[in-house]
């Protein structure tokens, strides 16, 4: 079976350009939530969805914005992006509320 | 404030022997649940074992444990016959019943090498 799969797996942008994160969940997983984590840190909350409602969102500026489509699949999008944006930005899974499942995240390099 | 504190940044152990993992955490809900993940250099996020707030147990998988002491707000994990693919991050995270979105709560995790 197909765990959580992300994409890209690295990208490197530029300070003020725009990204998209992309996750696929697990089949039959109605829930995904993403963590932005920063090298030597533990990963912090940004946002849950489940049945493409935003069920939480963390302490993050307005730039960061997501969406859940229909096939459970979800998007994380980070405007006009600033050094500190760059971190392994995690996906995870699940029903509404079982344990998580997380890919192998999406490493962001802003230069 | 931090609901999660591992205060070992980076520990080392021998091949097969045990480890133990701090964790202590701060919360005022009666309900929650505490997590216990272990992060490769892939960057992926593995489950490795979760204890409820109202479990009287102890909770085992395998060659993890983890020991729990409700009234010092602390779950630390045991790491038994340490193999060398052990070596990796563990992160411990928390659960809060309040919320209704499903955030985990994590610390700042601990580095584990195992030597050969």
């Known amino acids: 079976d197909a765990g959580v799969t992300q994409s890209p797996t690295h990208l490197i942008k530029t300070r003020g350009q725009h990204v998209t994160l992309r996750c696929s969940p697990i089949?039959?997983?109605?829930?995904v939530s993403w963590y932005q984590q920063v090298l030597g840190q533990g990963p912090q909350f940004i946002f849950q969805y489940y049945e493409k409602e935003e069920r939480g969102r963390g302490n993050f500026p307005d730039r960061f914005s997501a969406r859940q489509f229909p096939n459970y699949s979800s998007e994380l999008n980070v405007n006009a992006l600033l050094l500190g944006d760059s971190a392994l930005y995690l996906c995870?899974?699940?029903?509404?509320?079982?344990?998580?499942?997380f890919g192998e995240g999406s490493r962001l390099t802003v230069l | 404030a931090q609901k999660i504190t591992q205060t070992q940044p980076g520990m080392f152990v021998q091949e097969k022997e045990a480890v133990t993992l701090d964790c202590t955490y701060d919360t005022s809900d009666q309900s929650y649940g505490l997590f216990w993940y272990k992060q490769p250099s892939s960057g992926e996020m593995i489950f490795l074992i979760y204890q409820g707030s109202y479990d009287e147990q102890n909770a085992t998988e395998g060659r993890y444990s983890l020991n729990f002491q409700k009234a010092r707000k602390s779950a630390n994990l045991v790491i038994s016959a340490s193999q060398l693919g052990d070596s990796a991050m563990y992160f411990c995270a928390m659960r809060e019943s309040r919320s209704n979105d499903y955030k985990l709560s994590f610390g700042a995790g601990t580095t584990v090498t195992v030597r050969a």
């Open positions: 995870a899974s699940s029903p509404l509320r079982g344990e998580l499942f």
């Open positions: 089949s039959g997983h109605k829930s």
